[in-house]
């Protein structure tokens, strides 16, 4: 995925800015009176109605503090953390009326989970922009408590995959900022990239043969101090018939690998632990379907951590 997001210190606002959406190139129409054409000029934009599942990734910066009552100088140093590998995202496009909705849900948030709603203008399958949907109220719960969230969010899509064909796959960056209902005193801030696809079932998963895929990684990193944008590119090599594999990266120039095994009844996810020079994570992925393979890609999300060294991202290929 693109190394041309660089960027220091990016917080919702300026991601908003830098995730502007992506336009296809300019199409000339088909010419119904010249049906011999050899060559036919490509068609319109491709706009289908569908839900899309997966996975999201990134960091979320907390600050706690402010000038409340009998504590008039005291503001505690804002902590960035990578995000919780549990986190999801969804998003359901409707071509009859041009529009597209979103859920991002972000679980371990001090005990708490947002789920984020987004909506926006549905352009085609790789061009849309969501933002805070006012139809559909965002929540943070806690436990058996569940609390209206108000919040400033934004998913922007980024079209095709970079260094994988992906068709039927789709990315992007979301951002969002809102404060702890629970404490208005303690606020998020979150930054990430999301994929999504046709997520393989259980039914359709291969049960023999293997596979390898590869493709890219896309995510935000904390390296003593200072926040950028990384990039790198994978390989996952899996066994349909053990459930298990082994996958293999290199992100932001550091590189790490280790063992994939599928989750009990679900063996279209996996997950497992990695390691490399300097650092130690986990990766937890799962299988999504095209029109002619069930399993034709794998994506999901990783973190990784190391001295004064944080990254959280997604991942996306194909075999």
Not at 91 to 107: E, K
Not at 203 to 227: I, K, W
Request: glycine content about 14%; hydrophobic content about 30%; aromatic content about 8%.
């Amino acid at each position: 995925m693109s190394n041309s997001n660089e960027a220091s210190n990016p917080t919702p606002q300026n991601a908003t800015r830098a995730a502007a959406p992506v336009t296809n190139p300019t199409t000339t129409p088909n010419n119904p009176s010249n049906p011999n054409n050899p060559n036919p000029p490509p068609s319109g934009p491709t706009r289908t109605s569908q839900t899309l599942t997966g996975f999201a990734g990134g960091l979320v910066v907390i600050t706690r503090g402010g000038y409340g009552e009998g504590n008039a100088s005291y503001s505690s140093s804002p902590k960035i953390r990578t995000l919780n590998q549990g986190s999801t995202v969804s998003i359901t496009t409707d071509a009859a009326n041009n529009q597209a909705v979103g859920t991002i849900v972000v679980p371990g948030l001090r005990g708490g989970t947002a789920t984020l709603q987004v909506g926006g203008p549905f352009v085609d399958d790789k061009t849309y922009t969501m933002l805070t949907d006012p139809a559909r109220p965002s929540t943070f719960q806690t436990g058996a408590n569940t609390q209206p969230l108000p919040n400033e969010t934004v998913l922007v899509n980024f079209g095709a995959v970079p260094g994988c064909t992906c068709e039927y796959l789709t990315w992007g960056l979301w951002a969002s900022s809102f404060t702890d209902p629970r404490n208005s005193n303690k606020s998020y801030a979150t930054i990430g990239h999301y994929v999504a696809g046709k997520l393989t079932t259980a039914v359709q998963m291969p049960t023999t043969g293997s596979a390898t895929y590869s493709g890219s990684m896309a995510g935000l990193v904390r390296d003593h101090g200072n926040t950028r944008f990384g990039t790198g590119s994978f390989q996952l090599n899996w066994n349909f018939a053990s459930r298990s594999g082994n996958f293999g990266g290199g992100f932001d120039n550091r590189n790490f690998s280790g063992a994939m095994n599928a989750h009990t009844g679900t063996p279209q996810s996996y997950s497992g632990s990695v390691s490399g020079p300097g650092v130690i994570g986990g990766v937890n992925g799962g299988f999504a379907a095209s029109p002619t393979d069930p399993a034709a890609y794998t994506l999901g999300n990783f973190s990784l951590k190391g001295s004064q060294y944080r990254a959280s991202g997604i991942f996306a290929g194909q075999r």
